[in-house]
């Protein structure tokens, strides 16, 4: 049941099922964005995988969420929100399990899906055009994530408490981790650009990651051996994250969802890519440059299979980050 014509005045509550991770789940904010604004009365919920809590926790779009995890199968989500009743779901999924739950209206794109541009177009505007039809024509592709004052105040005095927010110094943030190890860059690497930072721009260099890769923060930030350099990997909420990043100048990262953060809070990025495919992955925004090899192979169709060792990871050279580093930064 695929109703174009939505009575909008009539929908007071919106079941979102949204996606596994955080990455994916920021990609779609502008579609969510778009219906927001359209039914701006109307109270949202969203539905994430474990991994992504930290997207929907203290998220003012979302009056509350729900945690699935897909592994529990379908029946699971169904039996979590039988007793709840929606004017509208809409699944980023493009599962039938709007058809399950009890609603007026249910949005779900099993065609549109299926012949879609999945290679050169990008991940966020390919999901937004889903919804054109429907909420109206969206004249920029942005990725959004909102903080509050409140928090923004918080925020401040957190890093402000760890000597971050020093008073005419540049912010360069570094993310060296991928979920996918075969998508990091050689921390030697990283340390070498982090010492061309603090050794040529008045900046400190903060290094980010979750709990699991606050090891290799700590050898980078040790390799790169100044008082300028902080590991916070592990250390920040994802929300902590997002304000760091609106107060800094670059992010230099692989392709994470860090990256896509990134892009929510306006931050210019340097993201070093090797499998994957920038065309539908990369960050979004005018000041982004995009590192990643010539190979006849690139971009990946399947980045998860290489016949050729990863060896694409390696063609980005330390000369090339520091001479994007040069475009996005002044020296002093």
């Known amino acids: 049941m695929f109703q174009r014509k939505l009575k909008k005045d009539t929908i007071n509550s919106v079941l979102i099922v949204g996606l596994s991770s955080i990455g994916d789940n920021l990609l779609i904010t502008p579609a969510i964005k778009l219906m927001r604004d359209a039914l701006w009365s109307a109270e949202f919920f969203i539905v994430i995988g474990p991994r992504a809590i930290e997207f929907a926790k203290g998220n003012p779009i979302f009056s509350d969420f729900y945690v699935w995890d897909k592994k529990t199968g379908i029946m699971t989500l169904i039996k979590m929100l039988r007793n709840q009743k929606y004017d509208l779901v809409v699944d980023f999924r493009n599962s039938f399990i709007p058809f399950l739950l009890r609603s007026k209206y249910r949005l779900t794109f099993f065609i549109k899906e299926l012949f879609s541009d ?32 409140s928090e923004i105040k918080q925020h401040f005095e957190f890093f402000k408490n760890l000597g971050l927010m020093d008073t005419g110094k540049k912010i360069v943030v570094m993310n060296p981790g991928a979920a996918f190890e075969k998508k990091r860059w050689d921390k030697r690497n990283f340390i070498e650009v982090g010492k061309h930072i603090v050794r040529n721009y008045h900046a400190t260099v903060a290094i980010v990651g979750n709990n699991k890769e606050s090891d290799l923060a ?13 590991n916070l990997a592990g250390k920040t909420t994802f929300r902590q994250l997002a304000y760091l990043l609106s107060c800094s100048e670059l992010l230099i990262t692989n392709d994470t969802g860090t990256m ?73």
């Open 118 to 149: 999945k290679f050169t177009l990008h991940e966020a505007e390919r999901t937004l055009r889903f919804f054109e039809p429907y909420f109206g024509k969206c004249d920029k592709v942005e990725l959004y994530f909102p903080l509050t004052d």
């Open 218 to 230: 700590g050898a980078i930030k040790k390799g790169i051996n100044d008082l300028k350099v902080f």
């Open 260 to 332: 896509h953060l990134a892009s929510a809070m306006k931050c210019p990025v340097i993201a070093i890519f090797g499998p994957g495919n920038p065309q539908r992955y990369g960050p979004i925004g005018n000041r982004n440059i995009v590192l990643h090899t010539q190979r006849d192979c690139f971009p990946c169709v399947v980045e998860s299979k290489c016949k050729r060792e990863f060896i694409c990871m390696n063609d980005v050279t330390i000369e090339d980050v520091c001479g994007a580093v040069l475009q996005m930064l002044k020296p002093f």
